[in-house]
């Protein structure tokens, strides 16, 4: 019985003492937001209410998009979202819900759009920013325009914006859907930046996934949290891409 008691203490040490999870996104308002120095927005909110509901804590932290990509890769315990789950990212994370599902398309500044048409029927290159390490990087490569778009990597899809909004790249890769929100803090309405090329087959999904290595009670406790508040017929609203 000694022995008993003594292995259930070292076990619950064990848990105790365990690395802490971390929890890393990239800022993309207004789903990913850093509000007086707290990482917030609407997707914070759904992995925070999850872990709620898990019994699980996590300290959150925000990044470029690449780092994050990168911490999660590398690092066990580590939680990232929101992460598109597409085939050559499979074998890389646990999965443990949908939290949205995007579309893309090549998008450009409306006061441009006649001049940017025209220069690709007239096969003249474009420059096209992309975070680095964003899952539609080989979707920009299967379009039929792909040979004119010289892409230009970036750190974050804020950034890509800043730069189109800046006048020093010709379009951005993102969901148009998205455009109003992204569009507030310029002071301008969501039709200021038009869709010069749609991808077909975007269209995907995003989740919280866990990084590997990421202790396995955790895991589960996730994915059946996930289950009991969402399930499997969970509605996707369209939110953003990574």
């Given at each position: 019985m000694r022995l008993l008691l003594w292995a259930i203490a070292v076990g619950l040490f064990g848990w105790c003492q365990a690395e802490p999870l971390k929890a890393v996104t990239t800022p993309m308002s207004p789903y990913?937001?850093?509000?007086?120095?707290?990482?917030?927005?609407?997707?914070?909110?759904?992995?925070?209410?999850?872990?709620?509901?898990?019994?699980?804590?996590?300290?959150?932290?925000?990044?470029?998009?690449?780092?994050?990509?990168?911490?999660?890769?590398?690092?066990?315990?580590?939680?990232?979202?929101?992460?598109?789950?597409?085939?050559?990212?499979e074998a890389e994370f646990e999965w443990i819900g949908r939290i949205a599902s995007f579309e893309l398309a090549v998008l450009v500044k409306a006061d441009n759009f006649l001049s940017l048409q025209s220069r690709l029927q007239h096969q003249q290159p474009l420059s096209l920013a992309l975070a680095r390490g964003h899952a539609a990087a080989s979707l920009v490569q299967s379009l039929p325009e792909a040979e004119l778009l010289d892409v230009f990597y970036t750190a974050s899809t804020d950034e890509a914006l800043q730069l189109l909004m800046n006048g020093r790249i010709d379009a951005v890769l993102e969901n148009p859907l998205l455009l109003p929100e992204l569009l507030k803090p310029y002071q301008l309405p969501g039709d200021a930046v038009q869709v010069l090329l749609p991808i077909p087959a975007s269209r995907a999904d995003v989740y919280l996934a866990a990084s590997k290595g990421t202790r396995a009670a955790v895991v589960e406790r996730l994915q059946q949290a996930w289950q009991r508040l969402y399930g499997e017929q969970q509605e996707m609203e369209t939110g953003p891409p990574d």
């Open positions: 990913q937001t850093l509000e007086h120095g707290e990482v917030s927005g609407s997707n914070t909110d759904w992995v925070r209410r999850l872990l709620t509901e898990a019994g699980v804590e996590a300290e959150f932290a925000m990044y470029p998009w690449a780092r994050s990509y990168q911490l999660a890769r590398s690092e066990s315990n580590v939680l990232i979202y929101p992460i598109a789950r597409t085939a050559m990212r």
